[in-house]
């Protein structure tokens, strides 16, 4: 196995080269064997330099360029073992360590045999490029569909799966317990992800990024500033440019987590800010600015925050310089800003969606646009579709249920935040309300329920795996519904009528999930479905398996 | 009212509802992180320490290894413990409050994934720390070492484990073996309530027995519109034959024993006497003026019980005004019963003469005879000799069976004896107002061990009183609780095993744990019992509404063998049930049961007759939830000490369901 180590991430192009080079490894052998043999044959080698001087000219500046490629490339460490060994320089701020490892033999031969076991019978995927107008947000966009387009033709089969990576004291080790909480990220080729480790007293996250064809580790990263991350729940999204990864940090009971901006190339730090709360939230962006929310942490007899009850903040990405934060009650909940408004729910204690009209001019503050009172918290992600937001929410929580559990889902106007009409559910609706042709809503009584736009009449209503609770959000195709429950069964449905066209268990199968924390919405990119699970790593299925 | 469970949100996850002070006892439980995970994932060593001694000026802990359950067993054999400076006053407070002492047992796992040289020690609390050599230990963390924002302690530890040391060393042991199970989830399902009936006023008492002897439950309500007799004619199919079969009487508590050896089955409604009779290819009970004189006191409970070990129940009764009263079976069918409450020493103050209390009956010391807890005062716990007399047991427990501002009594604290603890022996659950005291049996001393009991502390309100029965088939007792409250909360609690306990509807693991109005109207009896004979304990609660509500168990439907089972699952999923009637004309009422595997390890125990003290009463038929089938011994002791073994093999059915007898000749007679 090769490694090499990027020494200076910012030639992040190298790697495309080298691998393309890899590809055309033997056709550069061909030619500089037949260009060897013929010095060895003057007549020769005069006869065809008359006859195709273009060629021989191509196949010596080839051989001259990979031999300036080899000369340049930095050396392998000297610990070349196979396992990460290197932490990158500081960041843009000095603040921040990372560490990477690009192994691109793996990546091409992981790319093959992909290709091998998923291209025989399906059409090979297109990954998608996001434009540089585009952000990549928590489910795909405002609407929260979890699909970037193209569908999955043929049943699911498992593409690849990945465990995250820890550096142990210097050797990197796969992390089986690691489970991927949130929902991916996709630029271009790659997938972007984080995980949570629960070992205690602490939790452990890591950020990392895959080839989105093979899975193979791109780079990863678990600590800034020498500080292990804490388990992330928060999902990661892309700037616009596609430059930068910014993700929140924390499971519910952490104070002092970061928001977190990574490079997107290679996984360095670009700058990280703390909060005293944590980061659930999923950032949204817009052009250099990111905005996200920091819940509270609440006492469990009186429900109340126990300290800050939490605030919205918004953050300038190029630099990492924070613009104004706005107290919200336990903004759990990932915002949607549109127009210079944003839209975010409020959990615990505020049991309301909440719009800010946000300052035209730097370092003021927002003021507040409207309040619609829910009847329970909401600390679901938003989403917004034309002139109309949707919201879910309910009692109980991603670990415990309500003993008299309800839920319900809203529509508001976005101007005003006038109801629109309000859907009692069976039990909470904790996962983003998906918007298409119907707006598909996971139920934690374990329902996966269609609801009329106009009307928030239920049009359909589908379970994955009997009464286990649908937690995460649903990706919506142009025809399908894939959907998780909480037990590790990922679900598709027709979007029409919901029937059930298969049901697959993504957990490892040896290693069932005991927590029921399968709790990671799925997202499907040009014939690709990726989803984190609780056992099973982060996973990727494509089309054309058997039924 | 304590509700953990409206806690937030989106992503709380394990440790999240753990922000508690620094209180001992804490709810909630992390289903994300169990001791099972800290043993088989999380960390490369667990072992167990014993305190050799302590010098809390220092901060200096001597211990010895005592037994390496996982990892290689290290070279050192004494460990010094280092508490850092700043833990000192920690570490006082330990010792003040009893942890730490010499020979005491201490849990540790090290070698933690992350971190190689950190440890976590558990010694009634977590504590962290680093190995910094071989035998040189620090500790810098307590459990409660996170600190929140406005300083508070958060401790992130409590709902991985917050049971007695004791305990967790006793859990290793089983996970060494791999025979541990302690459930994260409650696997357990009831289906929709079914309203028996309605009367017109409070059902005070609940009777599930097979009054006809025709293998099927039935069932009596009392209440003051007039007792009702439902007999179950057809699978669930349940009759009002309370005229047909004799039954005038309002009551407030029931029982049913073959009282005078015929064969049939008698019916005590209050201080109704009814014997039953055959004839004409009809059963039906007639009223007797067998008891004593009936008392102008107001009877609080009445119950069949064999209290002196002859075999033939007695009554054991309870007045609002006069506490316990006993009456004696003469053991002649023509007789009276004998009035023996001051013989048994029972109508003196310090046996709580006088009390307006429920009174629970069980064996307590293992000596075959029954003794008996009074909620009243401070709590007696009497216990009978060889003589037949009653005599407090003293205690340090604080008991509070005093009810609101104007400290109203009698209103709580009927309890039930059952093993919880322990397979063997019996403990003592008690309700009081909003809480629950654990007694643990050790042997014979009366130990408060509530504060390990994690959800224990989950009470519901107004608690009137809890009956015993293993409703998730798991083999662990669970807790069910009626709160007289007309809207009140009935609380099912679940036991984990190793003392912990989980409030149900909290961690359901299926989509619901009760699916109908009754458990959140109140309840002024509840009773036990497999109504539809498919293995699971079904439930009857009767509520101040009139309403006679039945509650299905769904717990085996919802376990049908799923693709991929977790290990909670996959254990479940191989549990087998055992379910054993048990018959004769004599010793029948407060029979022992036990499960005895190979290496003569009692696995199980019940106890008949002991879901009385609320007045109400359950069946003459037990079911035992077996997580590792074999081949088992069965024994019954009939209560006049008559051993009864039989044979039983759980390695094929998932079910198994047998009657045993006394082997008596009945054409004989017994008196």
Not at chain 2, 218 to 231: E, M, P, Q, T
Request: hydrophobic letters at 40%.
């Amino acid at each position: 196995m090769v490694i090499f180590e990027i020494l200076d991430p910012t030639i992040g192009v190298v790697p495309i080269v080298v691998n393309a080079g890899a590809a055309l490894f033997s056709a550069f052998l061909a030619g500089a064997a037949s260009f060897v043999a013929l010095l060895f044959k003057p007549r020769e080698l005069l006869r065809m330099c008359a006859k195709y001087p273009g060629r021989l000219l191509a196949v010596g500046s080839s051989i001259v360029l990979l031999t300036a490629l080899i000369w340049l490339w930095p050396a392998p460490s000297a610990g070349g073992s196979g396992k990460r060994s290197i932490n990158a320089q500081n960041s843009a701020q000095g603040n921040a360590s990372v560490a990477i490892t690009v192994d691109w033999t793996q990546v091409a031969l992981a790319r093959i045999a992909a290709e091998q076991m998923g291209g025989m019978q399906a059409p090979e995927p297109e990954i998608p490029v996001a434009t540089q107008s585009e952000p990549f947000v928590f489910r795909g966009g405002a609407q929260r569909l979890g699909s970037l387009g193209g569908e999955i033709e043929g049943p699911l089969q498992l593409a690849w799966s990945y465990y995250p990576r820890w550096n142990n004291e210097g050797v990197e080790e796969e992390d089986r317990d690691a489970m991927i909480l949130s929902s991916p990220a996709v630029w271009g080729d790659r997938v972007f992800a984080a995980s949570c480790t629960l070992d205690p007293p602490e939790s452990f996250g890591a950020v990392f990024a895959l080839d989105a064809k093979t899975g193979q580790q791109i780079w990863t990263i678990d600590q800034a500033d020498g500080e292990f991350f804490k388990g992330f729940f928060s999902s990661p999204a892309i700037s616009g440019d596609g430059k930068y990864l910014l993700i929140g940090q924390g499971l519910h009971p952490d104070t002092n987590c970061r928001l977190i901006c990574l490079e997107a190339d290679t996984g360095r730090v670009h700058w990280t800010l703390r909060v005293p709360l944590h980061i659930e939230s999923s950032p949204y962006i817009v052009g250099d600015t990111v905005y996200v929310g920091a819940g509270a942490i609440e006492d469990p007899v009186t429900r109340k925050p126990i300290s800050h009850p939490g605030f919205v903040l918004a953050v300038r990405i190029s630099d990492g310089k924070e613009l104004w934060r706005m107290d919200v009650n336990d903004p759990e909940s990932s915002p949607i800003v549109e127009d210079k408004r944003l839209y975010i729910g409020s959990g615990f204690n505020g049991n309301a969606v909440v719009s800010l009209d946000l300052p035209s001019v730097t370092d003021e503050v927002p003021t507040l646009a409207w309040r619609a009172e829910s009847a329970y918290p909401i600390t679901g992600a938003v989403t917004k579709d034309g002139e109309v937001i949707y919201v879910g929410g309910g009692n109980g929580d991603f670990v415990y249920r309500d003993p008299n559990p309800a839920g319900l889902v809203k529509a508001l106007n976005a101007s005003d935040g006038l109801e629109l009409w309000t859907t009692n559910m069976a039990d909470a609706v904790l996962g983003a309300v998906a918007a298409s042709e119907y707006l598909i809503c996971p139920v934690a009584s374990g329902e996966v329920i269609a609801l009329n736009r106009a009307t928030g009449e239920p049009v359909w209503q589908s379970r994955i795996s009997d009464s286990a609770p649908v937690l995460a959000a649903a990706a919506v195709t142009d025809r399908e519904v894939f959907a998780v429950s909480q037990n590790g069964y990922l679900g598709r449905f027709n979007l029409q009528d919901g029937t059930l066209i298969e049901r697959i268990y993504i957990n490892a199968e040896e290693r069932p999930g005991e927590q029921g924390l399968c709790i990671s919405s799925p997202l499907v990119v040009g014939g690709r479905l990726f989803v984190g699970t609780e056992t099973g790593g982060f996973r990727c299925y494509v089309g054309g398996g058997e039924r | 009212m304590r509700r953990y469970y409206f806690l937030p949100l989106g992503a709380w996850l394990w440790v999240l509802l753990l922000l508690a002070p620094a209180e001992r006892a804490q709810a909630v439980i992390n289903a994300g992180l169990q001791p099972y995970d800290l043993f088989t994932s999380r960390y490369s060593r667990a072992l167990v320490l014993e305190v050799s001694e302590v010098d809390p000026s220092s901060g200096l802990l001597k211990t010895s290894v005592v037994k390496t359950y996982k990892g290689a067993p290290e070279q050192e054999t004494e460990v010094s413990i280092q508490f850092d400076a700043s833990l000192l006053g920690v570490l006082a407070d330990a010792l003040s409050d009893g942890d730490f002492q010499q020979g005491d047992p201490i849990v540790v796992f090290a070698g933690r994934k992350r971190a190689k040289k950190d440890f976590m020690l558990y010694a009634n609390s977590f504590y962290l720390g680093k190995i910094q050599g071989p035998g040189n230990w620090t500790i810098d963390r307590t459990g409660q070492g996170a600190v929140g924002m406005s300083g508070e302690q958060l401790n992130t530890l409590a709902g991985t484990w917050n049971g007695s040391t004791p305990q967790l060393v006793r859990m290793l042991e089983d996970m060494a073996t791999g025979i541990d199970f302690f459930p994260r989830k409650a696997y357990v399902q009831f289906k929709d309530d079914i309203l028996l009936d309605r009367l017109e006023s409070g059902i005070t008492a609940i009777a599930v027995f097979d009054i006809e002897g025709d293998g099927d439950e039935d069932i009596v309500a009392c209440s003051a519109a007039g007792d009702r007799v439902y007999l179950q004619t057809d699978p669930m199919v349940f009759i009002d034959a309370t005229e047909g079969l004799g039954v005038a009487s309002s009551s407030t508590s029931v029982a049913l024993a073959d009282y005078n050896g015929d064969g049939l089955n008698d019916l005590l409604a209050g201080t109704d006497l009814y014997q039953g009779h055959f004839q004409d290819n009809r059963f039906h009970f007639v009223k007797t003026e067998l008891l004593p004189e009936r008392s102008t006191s107001k009877l609080k409970t009445a119950t069949f019980c064999d209290i002196n070990g002859d075999g033939f129940p007695d009554i054991l009764a309870s007045f609002v005004d006069k506490g316990i009263e006993i009456y004696l079976n003469p053991a002649d069918a023509e007789k009276k019963f004998v009035d023996a409450t001051e013989s048994m020493g029972l109508n003196r103050p310090e046996t709580g003469a006088g009390s307006d209390a429920y009174v629970t009956p069980g064996d307590w010391n293992g000596d075959g005879l029954m003794d008996l807890f009074l909620a009243a005062g401070d709590g007696y716990l009497l216990i009978q000799d060889q003589d037949g007399r009653f005599t407090p047991k003293p205690h340090e427990i604080e008991f509070k069976f005093t009810v609101g501002a104007d400290n109203e009594t009698g209103i709580t604290g009927a309890g039930v004896f059952m093993p919880i603890v322990q397979s063997e022996a019996l403990d003592l659950v008690v309700p009081m107002e909003e809480s629950w005291l654990v007694i643990a049996n050790n042997d014979g001393r009366p130990e408060d061990v509530t504060r390990w009991g994690n959800e224990i502390s989950e009470g519901s309100n107004d608690h009137l009183s809890t009956i015993g029965a293993d409703l998730n088939l798991d083999g662990y007792m669970d807790l069910f609780t009626v709160s007289r409250a007309p809207n009140g909360h009935n609380r099912f609690i679940i036991n984990r095993g190793y003392g912990s306990f989980m409030l149900a509807p909290v961690h359901r693991h299926y989509e619901y744990v009760f699916r109908g109005p009754s458990s959140e109207r109140g309840g002024l009896s509840s009773a036990a019992g497999d109504l539809n004979d498919d293995g699971a304990p079904d439930l009857v609660v009767g509520n101040s509404h009139g309403d006679i509500t039945l509650i299905i168990n769904d717990t085996l439907q919802a376990r049908s063998p799923i693709e991929f089972p977790p290990r909670e699952i996959k254990i479940l999923e191989g549990t087998h049930l055992l379910q054993v009637r048990v018959l004769g004309t004599k010793g029948v009422t407060n029979a022992r049961l036990r499960l005895i595997d190979k290496a003569d390890v009692v696995i199980a125990r019940r106890d008949l007759g002991s879901n009385v003290a609320g007045g109400s009463f359950g069946p003459n038929r037990v079911s035992f939830a077996v997580r590792r089938p074999d081949v088992f011994t069965l024994e019954v002791r009939y209560s006049d000490g008559l051993i009864q073994q039989k044979e039983v093999d759980l390695t094929e059915e998932q079910y198994v369901s047998i009657n045993i007898d006394r082997g008596e000749d009945l054409s004989q007679g017994v008196w």
